[in-house]
């Protein structure tokens, strides 16, 4: 990561209109977002990446198996029986949300040190 007071400096040195000085105003954004990524817990992380899931297959018309109404054992094609709150989901299954965000923040990094190197 690049110093806040190296990033300003370049940033008076060249013009936000300039290439460099885009670049920099990019960098310095990057950087913020990558800032806000560390200081989530492993746990925030999980439950966004669940709470996030589960509105995108609420959305398609996914439901939890006890929402269904049916009377048979049979659940429909649209039951998912990991659509409950995060403190219901299995541990098995909070372990995958928390780290899914796992690949993403390197990738973040990795872009950030790119840009940052020129």
Known sequence: MIPESELAAMEARWAPTSEIGRL????????????????????DAGRIMHDSWSRTKRL?????????????????????ADLVPWEALPEHQRD?????????????????????SG
């Open 96 to 116: 995958i949300n928390r780290h899914a965000f796992d690949a993403v923040f390197l990738e973040l990094e990795r872009r950030i040190n790119e840009a940052a």
């Open 24 to 43: 920099v105003i990019e960098v310095r954004r990057l950087q913020a977002v990558v800032g806000a990524a560390k200081s989530l817990s492993v746990d």
């Open 60 to 80: 398609q018309g996914f439901h939890h198996p006890d929402e269904a109404g049916r009377r048979d054992t049979m659940p429909c094609l649209k039951c998912h």
